[in-house]
């Protein structure tokens, strides 16, 4: 390998000005959010459209060189940074790709290319009369290839579901260096397999998503947070399916043990309620005046009432505020409801001494994100803890924030051979010389 003559090569495709290639221009992306995953790459190449990508694709395929596609690089298992890579790779930034390309006002679509944020697509269909149905604390810097590239879910779930649902096609360049796209939006389009559908999730090692055309909800006029305290997990869960079951036009269900609310309060955002319990917050979106059901629920609770965003923002910045209490080793994972206050106990006695927990997660779906302080970054014996815990009680090891290279070698707890083996033969044939992401989500793809 011939480093001067890739970076030459690179530069052709997207400018000299959009390779960066010394240690200080490469630093900041090369490190993930939490601090815990650290890699080195030859270059950071930023190209502007898929016929640049589809150029740095071309380049790496002759030179066999990985390729790792970072968006705004809030992912946590490690899968938008070069750590593990076991070969040398670059990482392909999705900075430039920001263009929102149009809304379509009839279908109730946007088509965006995926370096844009959520925040910015949130800002552009302000005054529409439409969003988009996924929203998640990382907003400012997560961007739209990412959130596909991982199958983002969010606070909103509930209502609207995970990105997978709210896809309907993408643009794409493919390990093989093959551009496809599909960005007409037909609802109902019955035309052989769902290459969008697959692309959500596959984390980047199948191909990089450069534009998607999104299905766009309602922009509800009428919003309205409840924060409602409850005894323990056991407790909330309860009231959370009483929610779901009897509150139309929920828009979210969250939850925070007092760990967490103790943590933002380093932030200087206020906790909503006093109480050393469960908080959980329900929010409803629609038009016209809440449902006395919502009312009803919860009046007799300690609770306090407020605009979604403000009363939220101690849900909203837990990541945040438990990386001031040091480097947090992160799971994202999915329990059934019926175990999950069970689980809670259960990770709870078998972590080990000496190390801070902080429970926060989405009680809509099951979705509970598990942080550990204090064990150093390296030390696996964690991971194998609490997702040895989450298998025993039928859990997914993963809910929203993918495998990465963290917990690829996790994934057989999820997962079936069968499964895996499909998943190998997927991965050969949209990227046959293995370059794309090298090793996250499936540790061992080289393996024939």
């Known amino acids: 390998m011939n480093r001067e003559e890739i970076l030459q090569a690179l530069s052709h495709a ?33 190209p502007r459209d898929s016929a640049e990508l589809q150029e740095v694709i071309r380049c790496c395929l002759e030179h066999q060189v990985g390729v790792v596609p970072q968006g705004g690089n809030t ?54 009369g439409w969003e988009f149905g996924v929203d998640l604390g990382a907003r400012d810097s997560a961007t739209i290839g990412g959130m596909i590239a991982t199958n983002a879910g969010g606070t909103r779930v509930l209502r609207y579901g995970s990105m997978r649902s709210n896809v309907l096609g993408v643009e794409a360049v493919l390990g093989t260096g093959e551009v496809v796209s599909h960005l007409g939006g037909l609802v109902k389009d019955n035309t052989g397999y769902d290459l969008a559908g697959l692309m959500c999730g596959s984390e980047g090692t199948l191909g990089i998503v450069t534009a998607a ?64 319990g469960i908080t959980l917050f329900a929010v409803w979106a629609g038009r016209g005046e809440v449902p006395s059901r919502l ?42 409801l019926a175990g999950l206050a069970g689980f809670t106990e259960a990770v709870r006695q078998a972590l080990p001494g000496g190390v801070s927990l902080y429970l926060f997660g989405h009680l ?26 989450v298998h025993d009680f039928g859990g997914s090891i993963s ?6 290279r963290a917990k ?26 293995l370059l794309m992401n090298p ?10």
């Open 213 to 276: 055309r999104l299905r766009l909800v309602p922009r509800w006029p009428d919003r309205l947070a409840v924060a409602v305290a409850c005894r323990d997990w056991a407790d909330a869960v309860e009231l959370a399916t009483a929610l779901r079951r009897e509150v139309e036009g929920l828009d979210g269900l969250e939850a925070i043990d007092a760990s967490c609310a103790a943590a933002t309060r380093s932030l200087g955002v206020a906790s909503p309620l006093l109480h050393e």
């Open 75 to 128: 992912g946590l298992v490690g899968g938008a940074v070069p750590w593990m890579t076991g070969q040398p790779c670059v990482i392909v930034s999705m900075v430039r790709l920001d263009n929102i390309v149009g809304i379509d006002q009839s279908a109730g679509q946007v088509t965006v290319q995926a370096g844009v944020t959520l925040a910015a697509l949130d800002a552009a269909l302000l005054t529409s």
């Open 364 to 389: 809509g779906d099951g979705n509970l994100h598990v942080n550990v302080v204090g064990p150093e970054p390296d030390d696996r014996s964690v991971d194998d803890v609490v997702l040895g815990v």
């Open 408 to 433: 690829a070698t996790y994934l057989h707890l999820s997962r079936s051979a069968a499964e895996i083996r499909a998943m190998r033969a997927l991965k050969r044939a949209f990227d046959p010389n």
């Open 399 to 404: 809910a929203e924030h993918g495998i990465g």
């Open 295 to 336: 009312i009803e629920l919860t009046s007799e609770r300690e609770h306090a009432v407020g605009e979604p965003r403000r009363l939220l923002e101690s849900r909203d910045r837990q990541s945040e505020a438990i990386a001031r209490a040091g480097i947090p080793h992160k799971f994202d994972v999915t329990l059934p």
């Open 14 to 46: 997207v400018g000299p000005a959009h390779v960066l290639a010394s240690a200080d221009q490469r630093a900041g992306y090369q490190i993930d959010w939490t601090r815990r995953f650290v890699g080195d790459c030859l270059a950071v190449v930023r």
């Open 439 to 448: 090793g996250a989500l499936l540790a061992d793809s080289n393996d024939s």
